[in-house]
């Protein structure tokens, strides 16, 4: 994303390059084809590792491009992406998988009709339209590492997580041969070669040198691509670093109290699991640490330890922590604060986007020292104030967040009513964006279209009743189907967020056996090869539906309808029948739903 963006951003762009990013890129133009990475991206909030095609040549033609951009600041999503002479067509994809952990193999598809993204073969995403059919400049193949100025969208970097790497394995294109091929959707693509990043091959790719664009904090220079091991590593450094090198221990970056025994670490970089997993790593004085966690990422430890006085202010003390280099760096002695954030009161009530107004609280910024907050987007006004169709509560719909991706909200464990209000303000007609809606990993609508469900200027909203939350946290995520126009005005919107209920037990207390509620727990196993598990409970008879969806919400399979008794119930899933991919699972009685995402693999 960088044309869009700084136009609207400007006056925050007029800084320097502090970081040393990479990029790699074709000599050759191409239109059309079939374009395959396989790719480890860097992990860290501010920058963003990329495999995309772009119109160098622009403004003498129109601007072209495709991305693929993984941000670092989230595990578990993928940016993918049309830029053309209208603006950006932006979806961020949940994957409910960690990307950054090993190599995945990315591939899009542009023709004249249609582009495709696949992960790892599946199809996850596509766009059709008349942008696609107006998008035929022919572009360069290109991968880069680099920090944009934009941290509404990639968070805000640390100098301490560098430097940071995205590892490319190889990259292959395909030509679009619509009269017959042998490879990509109905076969439409014919191989023209593929690169395993042996070599720097100078017949084929070139190096950016020096090279910067308004938004982007970071040189892009030759020296940060760099070929070793059978991969083309791109490299973020600071400006005074360049290439493959890290001789700098890890240091932790927050560490935060979920409850009273609790604590959640967040380091900068990935760290060796004997020394991170180990007790006498961490001290607190005066606490007893019972145990330590290594998080799947690498760079999170949950510690367990004896009762915290919320009340108290501590230091934590970290020694002797290893990275994953060879040989490793050492932590040789940091203290580090402990952040504990204020516990929520219920009814707890935030105007999403504005100010403190009738009876609303403030919105703000997630992070480590905050009860609640959002995850990407920026604040929309409408200083008219309108007359808000279905509420007296017009000063606080009359703000929006808009183009967010994720809202938390920290809740000790209990049963909560969470109800979210959307007011469309920016747009008149059905379809001129849509989103989806995660609550906790379970997809509560795929198809979030306002003005669709009750028109512009009318207070539309969604209620999930008796949600139970036990991990501390509260989490919502969006992502846009249809993106809407331009960049503060699109994308996942969200005007006011109200939790109700009571928590089942205090911070610190062993937790009480939460009451019946619905749910469908997670398959076992995951992924699976033929057949899995589900667990599901229904908090009171009725007719319960059990459906399968693929990524692109087709519905395949349903797998029963029929009446069930309250309670706990099991059924196993044979999924001979589908091609490997993922598939989304969802249950529904009694207007609740509840799904989840499942692996096949043949």
């Known amino acids: 994303m960088r044309k869009f963006l700084p136009l609207l951003i400007l006056p925050i762009l007029i800084l320097g390059q502090n970081y040393h990013g990479a990029e790699y890129r074709t000599l050759e133009r191409f239109q059309y084809g079939r374009f395959e990475t396989r790719l480890k991206p860097g992990a860290g909030d501010g920058f963003l590792s990329s495999f995309f095609t772009y119109n160098d040549d622009y403004p003498n033609t129109e601007w072209t491009e495709i991305d693929f951009e993984i941000l670092g600041r989230w595990d578990d999503n993928i940016d993918m992406n049309v830029i053309d002479e209208t603006g950006s067509h932006l979806r961020q994809h949940p994957t409910f998988q960690n990307v950054h952990l090993d190599f995945h193999t990315y591939a899009f598809e542009w023709t004249p009709d249609y582009v495709a993204w696949f992960l790892d073969d599946d199809e996850i995403y596509r766009q059709t339209g008349d942008h696609i059919n107006g998008l035929s400049d022919s572009s360069k193949m290109m991968m880069n590492i680099w920090t944009p100025a934009f941290t509404d969208w990639v968070g805000v970097i640390d100098p301490r997580i560098l430097p940071r790497y995205a590892y490319y394995d190889w990259a292959s294109y395909a030509a679009y041969t619509p009269e017959g091929g ?38 892009l220079i030759e020296d940060n691509a760099v070929f070793k091991d059978g991969h083309l590593i791109l490299c973020l450094t600071d400006a005074n670093a360049s290439g493959v090198a890290d001789h700098l221990p890890p240091s932790g970056i927050w560490a935060t109290a979920q409850t009273a025994d609790s604590i959640i670490i967040r380091f900068s970089e990935e760290v060796d699991s004997l020394t991170a997993n180990s007790i006498n790593t961490y001290h607190i004085s005066g606490i007893q640490i019972i145990s330590a966690e290594l998080w799947e990422d690498q760079r999170t430890v949950s510690l367990t330890v004896s009762d915290l006085n919320l009340s108290n202010n501590y230091n934590l003390v970290i020694l002797g922590l290893k990275d994953d280099n060879v040989p490793p760096n050492t932590q040789m002695g940091q203290v580090l604060g402990l952040s504990i954030p204020p516990p929520v009161e219920l009814p707890l009530n935030i105007n999403c986007g504005g100010p403190e107004v009738q009876g609303y609280l403030a919105d703000q910024w997630w992070s480590a020292g905050v009860a609640y907050g959002h995850e990407g987007g920026n604040y929309q006004l409408n200083q008219t104030y309108p007359d808000i169709s279905g509420t007296e509560l017009d000063s606080v719909f009359a703000s929006s967040l808009n183009r967010f991706s994720r809202y938390n909200v920290r809740l000790a464990p209990g049963l909560f009513d969470i109800t979210l209000s959307f007011v469309e303000q920016s747009y008149t007609d059905p379809g001129d964006r849509i989103f989806e809606l995660y609550v906790e990993d379970s997809l509560i609508s795929g198809t979030i279209d306002v003005n669709a469900a009750v028109g512009s200027q009318v207070l539309y909203q ?35 967020i109200q939790v109700e209920g009571e928590y089942t037990v205090s911070i610190g207390n062993e937790p009480i056996e939460a009451p019946d509620v619905f749910g469908l727990s997670q398959a076992f196993p995951n992924p699976f090869n033929a057949s899995t598990t589900f667990q599901y409970q229904l908090r009171e008879a009725g007719v319960a539906e059990l459906h399968v969806y693929d990524l692109r919400g087709r519905h395949k399979s349903t797998l029963f309808s029929e009446w069930k008794s309250a309670g706990k119930h099991t059924y196993s899933w044979n999924a001979d029948a589908l091609d490997s991919g993922i598939y989304v699972v969802q249950l529904s009685s009694a207007h609740k739903t509840a799904s989840q995402k499942v692996l096949m693999i043949k």
């Open 182 to 219: 042998s490879v990509g959707s109905d076969l439409l693509f014919t191989p023209q070669w593929r690169d395993e990043f042996d070599s720097y091959d100078t017949t084929r790719w070139e190096k950016s040198i020096d090279h910067i664009w308004n938004g982007n904090l970071s040189l």
């Open 462 to 496: 969604i209620t999930i009743n008796e949600l139970l939350i036990t991990d501390g946290e509260l989490n919502l995520l969006c992502s846009a189907s249809i993106y809407g126009r331009g960049y503060a005005y699109a994308g996942p919107f969200l005007n006011a």
